[in-house]
T-cell receptor, first 111, second 114 residues
Framework: GEDVEQSLFLSVREGDSSVINCTYTDSSSTYLYWYKQEPGAGLQLLTYIFSNMDMKQDQRLTVLLNKKDKHLSLRIADTQTGDSAIYFCAESMTGGFKTIFGAGTRLFVKA | GAGVSQSPSNKVTEKGKDVELRCDPISGHTALYWYRQSLGQGLEFLIYFQGNSAPDKSGLPSDRFSAERTGGSVSTLTIQRTQQEDSAVYLC????????????FGAGTRLSVL
């Protein structure tokens, strides 16, 4: 069945790069997403990638997609304390409404 | 509207009572979702509304849960005879672009069942 897995915690020092990893099971996934959740707030879309792309860069964010291994990663360059949050990986299929979310990776940024 | 609005932000109730949670989606968004987020868990899909189509209720955990969407806009999630295991954050999201399915989330309602 459909499943999205990610590690639960990541701790980095301010200024370092953070890499959050995700694996998914459904090879028919069309869009893959990274959402960010700050304390007491809902999820906010950070970025998304279409399945025919290998990489997408947006300022400090780099998304890498390995379709063969069904692996998605999010790299945050020059991580700041304001980046501390929970990051959710998610997948959805074309023409489908259903989006499958991972359990979220809690990123701690140490000053 | 400015964004997805949910009310109340917090709800404390006694076991066995009924609760209603409200969601105001972004104006013009045709799709609306309800999710449940328990501590340390991912988002559990509950129900999906799209336009005038029949909702997909496949994620509702029991018949104590129901939802409606009036006039294609505001939605209410009702939990009858609440149980302690219903304690969670209930998130609502709306979406405009069905192809990309980018969802915009409200801040959620934190439900505590004593």
């Amino acid at each position: 069945g459909e499943d999205v897995e990610q590690s639960l915690f990541l701790s980095v020092r301010e200024g370092d790069s953070s890499v959050i990893n995700c694996t998914y099971t459904d090879s028919s996934s069309t869009y893959l997403y990274w959402y960010k959740q700050e304390p007491g707030a809902g999820l906010q879309l950070l970025t998304y990638i279409f399945s025919n792309m290998d990489m997408k860069q947006d300022q400090r964010l780099t998304v890498l997609l390995n379709k063969k291994d069904k692996h998605l990663s999010l790299r945050i360059a020059d991580t700041q304390t304001g980046d501390s949050a929970i990051y959710f990986c998610a997948e959805s299929m074309t023409g489908g409404f259903k989006t499958i979310f991972g359990a979220g990776t809690r990123l701690f940024v140490k000053a | 509207g400015a964004g997805v609005s949910q009310s109340p932000s917090n709800k404390v109730t006694e076991k066995g009572k009924d609760v209603e949670l409200r969601c105001d989606p972004i104006s013009g968004h045709t799709a609306l979702y309800w999710y449940r987020q328990s501590l340390g868990q991912g988002l559990e899909f509950l129900i999906y509304f799209q336009g005038n189509s029949a909702p997909d209720k496949s994620g509702l955990p029991s018949d104590r849960f129901s939802a409606e969407r009036t006039g294609g806009s505001v939605s209410t999630l009702t939990i009858q005879r609440t149980q302690q295991e219903d304690s969670a954050v209930y998130l609502c999201a709306s979406s405009l672009d069905e192809a990309k399915n980018i969802q915009y989330f409200g801040a959620g309602t934190r439900l505590s069942v004593l």
